[in-house]
């Protein structure tokens, strides 16, 4: 990651809305170091963002998620933007938001 690919932007992303992975650094390859467990109160706060791996969640109820941000918690703390309510992130991160590619009804 580049210097100029962080945006130091301190935000609450909000609650995360399922199990979510943080990581040693804004990558899938990157080894997890905690594992935060969604309880629908808990906002948690980011000190900046930065664009990473490409992350595809298609779990949530709205849609699939997808996203190249990552939110950095602290110092080798990350936490990709899919586990936070898409809507919500619109607000902080404008066109850096997750796409939402609403999920196609069952025939």
Sequence with gaps: MTATSYHPAPSTPGPIWRDANVRSGPSLTSPVVELLLPDGTT???AE???LGDEVVEGENPVGEIVSSVWFKFGDGRWCSAVNFDPAHLRSLLGDAAPLV???TPAR
């Design 101 to 103: 590619r609403p999920h």
């Design 43 to 45: 906002a948690h706060t």
């Design 48 to 50: 900046g963002w930065a």
